[in-house]
C-alpha cells in the first residue's frame, strides 16, 4: 500500500534527523480526541517517542457527512454505512496521543469495505 511506504519514508527521515518532531508529531487537538475516546490501541509503539502504543482511527467521508470526517466508533457502524452507501470513502489514520504522530494508512471506498470490514486491522 503506497501509504504505508510514505509512513516508513516519514519516519526514516525523521530518524535521519531531517524532520523534526514539531514536522511529524502534528495531530490537530480533534484528531487526538477522537483517538483517545474511539481509537483501537494497537501492539505497536509508535515510530516516534518510542513508548505509547499506537491508536487507529477510522473516519468516513462523503456527501452529507461533515467536512472533516465522521469518525467511526465501531466496525459494526462502518459495515452498516458501507452498506447502505455506496459513495462514502473511509479513512484509517495512525496516531500517537502522547506525542502527536499521525499518518494516513488506509483509505478505501464502501465497495471494498463491504468486502472486507476491517479497517481496525493492519
Ligand atoms: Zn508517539
Same mark, same amino acid.
Given at each position: 500500500?503506497?501509504?504505508?511506504?510514505?509512513?516508513?519514508?516519514v519516519?526514516?527521515?525523521y530518524?535521519?534527523?531531517?524532520l523534526s518532531k514539531l514536522d511529524v508529531c502534528d495531530?490537530?487537538? =480533534? @484528531?487526538?480526541?477522537? #483517538? /483517545?475516546?474511539?481509537?483501537? +490501541?494497537?501492539?505497536?509503539?509508535?515510530?516516534? *517517542?518510542?513508548?505509547?502504543?499506537?491508536?487507529?482511527?477510522?473516519?468516513?467521508?462523503?456527501?452529507?457527512?461533515?467536512?472533516?470526517?465522521?469518525?467511526?466508533?465501531?466496525?459494526? =457502524? @462502518?459495515?452498516?454505512? #458501507? /452498506?447502505?452507501?455506496?459513495? +462514502?470513502?473511509?479513512?484509517?489514520?495512525?496516531? *500517537?496521543?502522547?506525542?502527536?504522530?499521525?499518518?494516513?494508512?488506509?483509505?478505501?471506498?464502501?465497495?471494498?469495505?463491504?468486502?472486507?470490514?476491517?479497517?481496525?486491522?493492519?
Amino acid at each position: 500500500m503506497e501509504y504505508r511506504l510514505a509512513r516508513d519514508s516519514v519516519v526514516r527521515e525523521y530518524r535521519r534527523g531531517r524532520l523534526s518532531k514539531l514536522d511529524v508529531c502534528d495531530a490537530q487537538p =480533534e @484528531l487526538l480526541r477522537v #483517538a /483517545r475516546n474511539l481509537g483501537w +490501541v494497537t501492539e505497536s509503539a509508535c515510530p516516534i *517517542c518510542e513508548v505509547a502504543k499506537l491508536v487507529h482511527v477510522s473516519f468516513a467521508f462523503g456527501p452529507r457527512l461533515p467536512a472533516g470526517g465522521r469518525p467511526l466508533t465501531s466496525r459494526a =457502524e @462502518l459495515a452498516s454505512m #458501507a /452498506r447502505s452507501r455506496d459513495e +462514502v470513502d473511509f479513512y484509517v489514520i495512525e496516531v *500517537c496521543v502522547e506525542c502527536g504522530w499521525n499518518h494516513l494508512l488506509r483509505r478505501f471506498d464502501a465497495r471494498v469495505a463491504r468486502r472486507r470490514p476491517k479497517p481496525f486491522r493492519r
